[in-house]
């Protein structure tokens, strides 16, 4: 999950830099060449070309038949007047508008829609140009804006509701009262939603469907202390699922159950060591987490209780942590 959200965050700051090096359209329309290509090889694509009478087209796609689709980034609040004066006076068939992502600048593409409330031209982010591992999906939207297919505009609805899955299946295990951390603005960070959400990160990459993650996510939070503090003690605490149940339990019982499992041949499970989450843990928080073994900060913390550090800023699902400006972390 981190992983997706570190890669987004690096695009939209490559497309910042583009656009403030003023390359931003040689590199979009670029992109879009390549794909068109490859969707439509007998058409001819043409960047900056002089369609709309008086002006300058970032891009026209000429088809076989003497059609044309006709399209236009907007990346400039100031040019949204202008670009859309380009759109509306090409006398192609179709007319796309590339929009400016909204993580970069929101501005643009409200201006857009507030200048088309009624009919707005069709649209595609810019994101979804220069990210490669898109290309499937730019064809996809390509195939619905030129066509105007209902095929092709449902696998794009498809596309959309499973990049959102994810969050939707996290914000209601929350709504059944599990502490997850779902990276959703104003959301509370804990340690417990945390290390929950490592935990489900780990189990996915050892293959297990997010659905099944659940159980594993309100077994940690609900343990939480007791976990913490046996790993602090040195205890090796593992997470097991075995196909239907997760369970939590020491390396001793998980090697006297493993024992008892083998000769029946259910000895099957997917083991996560809870120890390495909280490792994690310590290597995300800029702050300081005690180490496993320190006795001082043992007896520290079970005398003043649950004093966890709160999150200043989170960056992507998995945030990086640091102390409270008003917490004592020594």
């Known amino acids: 999950m981190s992983t997706i959200a570190d890669k987004a965050s690096t695009l939209m700051e490559e497309i910042k830099n ?24 007998d058409w001819v694509y043409v960047s900056e070309i002089g369609q709309t009478p008086g002006g300058r ?3 026209i796609l000429f088809e076989s038949g003497g059609d044309s689709i006709c399209f236009e980034l907007f990346a400039s609040l100031g040019q949204v007047d202008r670009d859309l004066l380009l759109l509306r006076e090409s006398p192609a068939k179709a007319k796309v508008a590339i929009l400016l992502d909204r993580e970069i600048d929101p501005s643009i593409a409200e ?3 507030r200048k088309l409330p009624h009919k707005p031209y069709p649209c595609i982010w810019a994101s979804d140009i220069l990210d490669p591992s898109l290309r499937g999906v730019l064809k996809v939207k390509l195939a619905q804006h030129v066509f105007r297919n209902d095929i092709a505009r449902a696998f794009a609805l498809s596309h959309q509701l499973q990049r959102t899955s994810q969050q939707r299946t996290l914000e209601a295990w929350r709504e ?9 603005a104003g959301q509370a960070s804990t340690f417990p939603g945390i290390m929950s959400l490592l935990a489900v ?21 609900e343990n939480f202390d007791f976990l913490v503090k046996q790993i602090l003690y040195g205890v090796p605490m593992l997470l097991t699922w075995d196909g239907e149940h997760c369970s939590i339990m020491d390396l001793s019982d998980y090697e006297c159950w493993l024992l008892s499992a083998v000769p029946y041949g259910e000895a099957d499970q997917v083991v996560v060591l809870v120890n390495n989450i909280y ?3 310590r290597k995300m928080h800029l702050g300081d987490l005690p180490e496993p073994g320190d006795m001082n900060r ?3 913390i079970m005398v003043e209780g649950r004093r966890l550090f709160a ?6 699902e998995i945030p990086m942590m640091q102390p409270n400006p008003g917490t004592d972390s020594g």
Do not use: Q, W
């Open 18 to 41: 583009l656009r403030k090096k003023k390359v931003l359209h040689r590199r979009v329309c670029s992109a879009l060449a390549e794909a068109i290509r490859e969707l439509f090889p």
């Open 57 to 59: 087209n970032d891009a």
């Open 111 to 113: 201006a857009y829609y």
């Open 176 to 184: 059944k009262g599990i502490d997850i951390y779902t990276g959703t």
């Open 201 to 221: 990160n780990r189990m996915r990459k050892m293959g297990v469907a997010l659905p099944s993650c659940e159980e594993a996510a309100r077994m940690i939070c």
């Open 279 to 281: 490792s994690d843990m």
């Open 298 to 300: 043992i007896i520290k």
């Open 311 to 316: 999150i200043l800023e989170a960056k992507g």
